[in-house]
């Protein structure tokens, strides 16, 4: 059964850093998925923030290109996202998801591509 699991969120001034974990356990396929996703509030929309495959081919939001940096360690099968100069407006719940199905340019952010989903941790920035 696959698992995600993320974590490393926290409070920050703006300008401050913080690298979020996402370990995915239980997978035998050999394509992967990893995308990182934002909400502000339940009642908003899930966004999707970055995007990294098993090739290590990437892609983010606009709004985030440039300070953040996802990154991938194979031999922990763990994903990194690095976010340098936090905005207030990077507050959310930042979840982690994965998936195993081929996907087409474009909808690497799309959160109806992901099935499995981690719990969220929760990143706060002060101006």
């Known amino acids: 059964q696959v698992h995600v699991q993320d974590a490393g969120g926290g409070s920050v001034q703006a300008g401050g850093s913080l690298r979020l974990s996402c370990a995915v356990s239980?997978?035998?396929?050999?394509?992967?998925?990893i995308g990182w996703f934002r909400q502000v509030s339940s009642g908003k929309k899930r966004e999707g923030v970055a995007?990294?495959?098993?090739?290590?081919?990437?892609s983010y939001k606009a709004s985030v290109q440039g300070r953040f940096t996802i990154s991938k360690d194979n031999a922990k099968n763990t994903v990194y996202l690095q976010m340098n100069s936090l905005k207030p407006e990077d507050t959310a719940m930042y979840y982690c998801?994965?998936?195993?199905?081929?996907?087409?340019?474009?909808?690497?952010?799309?959160?109806?591509?992901?099935?499995?989903w981690g719990q969220g941790t929760q990143v706060t920035v002060s101006s």
């Open positions: 998801a994965a998936d195993f199905s081929r996907k087409t340019v474009g909808r690497m952010l799309n959160r109806y591509e992901y099935n499995y």
């Open positions: 239980g997978s035998t396929y050999p394509r992967i998925h």
């Open positions: 995007h990294i495959d098993s090739n290590g081919r990437t």
